[in-house]
Nanobody, 124 residues
Framework: QVQLVESGGGLVQAGDSLRLSCAAS????????MGWFRQAPGKEREFVAAFTYDGVYTLYADSVKGRFTISRDDAKNTVYLQMNSLKPEDTAIYYC?????????????????WGQGTQVTVSS
């Protein structure tokens, strides 16, 4: 099972940008569909963005569409989440996820592998 390690979280002000990274322990291209989820205090883990393992399809939550971009560097086995125009409601722990299925969906429990998470706090 692939191991995932997130980094890049921090405390920023509304309107700022952050880039999260997720380093995988093995090759993900053509092997794992990769995604990002987030969990705010007292709330369930929610889908943020994902792309299929062949890179053909990319999906975003409506709440981040146009502000967040998911990307990958296959040479580094790393997936990124570029977050622009951050809002206080984006505050959460952000988790990287991976699954061998082509389309595991938007429900967190359907994904097989998880990182430990990285905290993102956006002040108003």
């Amino acid at each position: 099972q692939v191991q995932l390690v997130e980094s890049g979280g921090g405390l920023v002000q509304a309107g700022d940008s952050l880039r999260l990274s997720c380093a995988a322990s093995e090759r993900t291209f053509d092997t794992y569909t990769m995604g990002w989820f987030r969990q705010a205090p007292g709330k369930e883990r929610e889908f943020v963005a994902a792309f299929t393992y062949d890179g053909v399809y990319t999906l975003y939550a409506d709440s981040v569409k146009g502000r967040f971009t998911i990307s990958r560097d296959d040479a580094k086995n790393t997936v990124y989440l570029q977050m622009n125009s951050l809002k206080p409601e984006d505050t959460a722990i952000y988790y990287c996820a991976a699954d061998r299925r082509y389309s595991p969906g938007k429900i967190a429990t359907m994904w097989g592998s998880w990182g430990q998470g990285t905290q993102v706090t956006v002040s108003s």
